[in-house]
């Protein structure tokens, strides 16, 4: 069996206003992400560890914030073509793991439905999947409410 392993990171800018959407689930704010797409951070650190993993790029390559058809697209959806473009190099996901950097709002709660998302999408199950989430006690971009981050390190394999 021969297995990879990719590292994925996004970061988004909070506004006033906009729509939260974080593991391909709607988070009740005040602020949402600052976006081409839908913003969600989670899978497009996803998408870029997977796409890593297989050493096919980035998500800027095969989805670009220049090309109107991506305009507020849902991330799941790439995520889809993500996970349909490992498949043709004969990958399938492993494992994934995720950290979230945000203040506010709390999203533990909602961790059990964005691996879900997630681990159906891909193909892992939610078994496969961690979500987690931490603040950075009020430091950084994050800590000022000014944008959310998230990771995400994934395995892939193929049989050989």
């Not at 939260?20 to 009740?28: S, T």
């Not at 969600?40 to 109107?68: Q, S």
């Not at 004969?90 to 709390?106: A, H, M, S």
């Amino acid at each position: 069996m021969h297995i990879r392993c990719g590292i994925g990171y996004d970061v988004h800018q909070l506004a006033d206003g906009r729509k939260l959407v974080i593991g391909g689930v709607d988070i009740p704010h005040s602020k949402g992400c600052v976006a081409h797409s839908d913003g969600d951070v989670l899978l497009h650190a996803v998408c870029d560890a997977l796409l890593g993993a297989a050493a096919l790029g980035d998500i800027g390559t095969h989805f670009p914030d220049n090309d109107n058809s991506y305009k507020d697209i849902d991330s799941r959806i790439l995520l889809r073509k993500t996970v349909e473009l490992l498949g043709e190099k004969g990958y399938q996901t492993g494992n994934i793991d995720c950290v979230v950097t945000l203040q506010k709002p709390k999203i533990k709660v909602h961790a059990a439905e964005m691996r879900e998302v997630i681990g159906s999408i891909t193909g892992a199950g939610p078994e496969n999947v961690s979500v987690k989430a931490t603040t950075t006690e009020k430091l950084g971009f994050a800590g000022r409410e000014e944008g959310v981050a998230a990771w995400a390190v994934v395995t892939i394999y193929r049989r050989e």
